[in-house]
């Protein structure tokens, strides 16, 4: 896993719909960079969200 995971790779790892994904990102409970078209998001904040919002 990069540094800056894929979208793909954070919905595997967080186990959600890509929508879903991109509600969270959309509303900011996920920060994330942007690489041309691509979004990334930090492997320490995923591990993070998924610590703190699991079985939610």
Excluded: C, W
């Excluded at 790779?9 to 719909?17: C, I, P, R």
């Excluded at 890509?18 to 990334?40: C, F, I, M, N, Q």
Aim: cysteine-free; overall charge positive; proline content about 5%.
């Amino acid at each position: 896993m990069h540094a800056e995971p894929t979208t793909q790779e954070a919905v595997n790892l967080l186990n959600v719909s890509r929508p879903h994904l991109a509600k969270l990102l959309e509303e900011g409970s996920l920060p994330y960079t942007k690489t041309d078209t691509h979004r990334r998001i930090r492997f320490h904040t995923l591990i993070h969200y998924k610590k703190t919002h699991q079985g939610k």
